[in-house]
């Protein structure tokens, strides 16, 4: 059988924060620009475009990525959380709903271009292991950079939402 | 910056990956977990004219055993090895290094095969390979033909792969009886990429070690096996004498080069610093080892 051939543009059909997307799409258009641009949400951060200062993660089946490493066509088939649906529209949702209010309370955000990610990022943590000390939770999220914070009160705010839910936990 | 234009396509069989990257040779390149590729698509470092994804063909992943050999599947992800209990069971070493790759959402999407076949002088994954002796499954038109690791690096991104060929496989030898393995890197930040890293194993007997490979990454254009280094220590019981003495035989070994952040001379005093640091961990773990 004749392999395929290299396209130029082409199709995709994804779910993005659970509702079904269909798109035509330059194949060099990265995933974090296709949300960004083409459908509008723009809580996923561009930054450095070369996967260094992780504001552009993003849940994909479940699992975070850097947006700016991937491209829209390879979202085809997939299921796509983005910050605006990660309280709502996904399993982590309690979670991030949490990590919010701490964020919020504790000040664990200044300009806030980071936030959207360190959110999904301490969240998947979380779901895996609530019991997380905090240098677990520094290694987890040394590849998110935040140039305000200093990190201290972003710590603080996902090791509470830890101690909260690892003692809620039977 | 974007990604400069290029086309795209995603082949259904390994046979039409083959006989795509054979259409298109040169101009062609292999995306993988893209953790690499895509960064320097972005940034004008490379533009090829058509990727081909290898992301659609699942017969390219998973972990097995299958006799003595762990095989790891070239588009098996960072974050499914440092997960899997067969990889922790006959090949710690992979385990122990995984965290070291990168940063979690960037595990998530690499894969092993990627990280060998794109040959990053600071890379981990290749240094665990040469350490552990791995040997490599490769295929072209012409069929499967299978390269050692340490045959496999030859210089900075150049490997042993041929135009028309794709990595199909890494297959690892399982633990000897008594191999303990350490693994150590420096970064400025975890997860950057390692100002000088070090994986190793040995055969412990008490105080007394053998069959020891160490290979640097890091410090060259590829990884290193330290040569003369594991002669010395091999020569008989480990004191403190002793390390010192492969720490200077280390000069015989490795010739980092200065480059914008880091001296030669720098680089060197930190693989002094690692070599010490791991025969250390060869020693004192008997169980789990944390080389953090």
Known sequence: ?170 | MKAPSFSYVRPESIAQAIDLINQYGDEARWLAGGQSLLAALNMRLAAPSVLIDLNSLPELGGISVHGDKLIIGAMTRHAEIECSPLVAQHAPLLSLAMPHVAHAAIRNRGTIGGSIAFADPAAEVPACCVALDAVFVVAGRGGERRVRARDFFLGLYDTALQAGEMLLAAEFSGVRPGERVAFRELARRHGDYAIAGLAARATVNGNALRDVDLAFFAVDTKPVLATHAVAILQQGTVTPERVQLAQQALAQDLAPQDDVHYSSAMRMQLARVLLARAVSDLLQAAGVQESR
């Open chain 1, 1 to 170: 059988m004749n392999p395929p051939q290299p396209v130029t543009e082409v199709d995709i059909a994804l779910t993005v924060n659970g509702e079904n997307v269909t798109r035509h799409v330059p194949v060099r258009q990265n995933l974090v620009d296709f949300l960004r641009d083409t459908l509008g949400l723009t809580g996923t951060h561009v930054g450095c475009e070369h996967g260094v200062c992780g504001a552009c993660t993003v849940r994909f089946d479940g699992a975070i990525v850097r947006a700016c490493l991937m491209l829209a066509v390879q979202a085809d088939g997939t299921d796509i959380v983005t910050i605006e649906g990660a309280a709502t529209a996904d399993g982590n949702g309690e979670i991030v709903a949490d990590l919010q209010r701490e964020f919020h309370q504790r000040n664990a955000l200044q300009c806030g271009f980071c936030t959207p990610a360190m959110l999904l990022t301490a969240a998947e943590l979380i779901a895996v292991r609530p019991q997380a000390s905090r240098d677990e939770i520094r290694t987890h999220l040394s590849g998110n950079y935040c140039r305000c914070t200093g990190y201290q009160s972003i710590v603080d705010a996902v090791e509470a939402v830890c101690r909260k839910r690892a003692g809620a936990q039977p």
